[in-house]
């Protein structure tokens, strides 16, 4: 479904992204991993169309989208939820939903409220409620909700469980699981090595911009070498 392949991404004249190759299949979620300045947030902003990347390919679907604008590239299918959250704290919780709800690109399973309240009771209790009234874990529930009413068919997740509790990570990560389930293809970006090898099919390692360990992950938390040379655990 997700294809990049030998991407180079910049930051004015810092090369993070240094021929970064890897594939997401359809129905699959995918854990990206690494330390603080490895380059994960690049390469979700690269494939949203935030930072274009000046040489490689990126395709989804089949269609090459490295280059287009994100707004162009959300309409193809693919959702974003950010780093930090990012929702809109002088609107409501149901007005940060509504915003963002539009068709499904191919008339596929339509997510609108009705079905992002059930899979989040807490938002409908809190719908009249303005963004920065809510909890942390609140906020990250909403951040994944709006994602869902744009009815994207890939999900990209940057760090969704930062700053939160362990009941509420464990929340995350039963989301993401029924996410999958639903048929949603997904790329999570994690520091918390739990998490991601409890939701994903396959495990990623970033250094210095580049893949430098692939497997699964009952592989990489059999291997406390690799898990302390490129994470820190």
Same mark, same amino acid.
């Given at each position: 479904?997700?294809?990049?392949?030998?991407?180079?991404?910049?930051?004015?004249?810092?090369?993070?992204?240094?021929?970064?190759?890897?594939?997401?299949?359809?129905?699959?979620?995918?854990?990206?991993?690494?330390?603080?300045?490895? $380059?994960?947030?690049?390469?979700?902003?690269?494939?949203?169309?935030?930072?274009?990347?000046?040489?490689?390919?990126?395709?989804?679907?089949?269609?090459?989208?490295?280059?287009?604008?994100?707004?162009?590239?959300?309409?193809?299918?693919?959702?974003?939820?950010?780093? $930090?959250?990012?929702?809109?704290?002088?609107?409501?919780?149901?007005?940060?939903?509504?915003?963002?709800?539009?068709?499904?690109?191919?008339?596929?399973?339509?997510?609108?409220?009705?079905?992002?309240?059930?899979?989040?009771?807490?938002?409908?209790?809190?719908?009249?409620?303005?963004?920065?009234?809510?909890?942390?874990?609140?906020?990250?529930?909403?951040?994944?909700?709006?994602?869902?009413?744009?009815?994207?068919?890939?999900?990209?997740?940057?760090?969704?469980?930062? $700053?939160?509790?362990?009941?509420?990570?464990?929340?995350? $990560?039963?989301?993401?699981?029924?996410?999958?389930?639903?048929?949603?293809?997904?790329?999570?970006?994690?520091?918390?090595?739990?998490?991601?090898?409890?939701?994903?099919?396959?495990?990623?390692?970033?250094?210095?911009?580049?893949?430098?360990?692939?497997?699964?992950?009952?592989?990489?938390?059999?291997?406390?070498?690799?898990?302390?040379?490129?994470?820190?655990?």
């Amino acid at each position: 479904m997700l294809e990049l392949e030998d991407v180079h991404t910049y930051y004015g004249t810092s090369h993070i992204l240094q021929g970064l190759s890897f594939s997401v299949p359809e129905r699959k979620c995918v854990a990206l991993l690494g330390r603080n300045g490895a $380059g994960k947030t690049t390469a979700i902003h690269s494939i949203a169309g935030l930072t274009p990347p000046r040489r490689g390919s990126i395709r989804f679907m089949e269609r090459e989208i490295a280059g287009l604008r994100p707004h162009k590239i959300a309409r193809l299918g693919v959702g974003l939820v950010p780093q $930090g959250r990012r929702i809109f704290p002088s609107l409501t919780v149901e007005e940060n939903l509504i915003i963002t709800n539009r068709q499904s690109p191919d008339g596929a399973e339509n997510w609108d409220l009705t079905k992002v309240y059930e899979l989040f009771p807490a938002l409908r209790e809190r719908a009249s409620n303005m963004g920065n009234e809510l909890s942390g874990g609140e906020q990250q529930m909403l951040a994944i909700a709006r994602a869902l009413m744009t009815n994207p068919r890939f999900l990209l997740m940057d760090e969704p469980s930062e $700053g939160l509790a362990p009941v509420i990570i464990e929340r995350i $990560g039963d989301v993401v699981l029924r996410l999958k389930e639903a048929g949603l293809s997904i790329l999570v970006v994690e520091q918390n090595v739990s998490l991601a090898c409890s939701v994903a099919d396959e495990i990623l390692i970033m250094n210095k911009g580049r893949i430098v360990w692939r497997g699964s992950p009952k592989e990489l938390l059999a291997d406390e070498p690799v898990q302390h040379k490129y994470l820190g655990v």
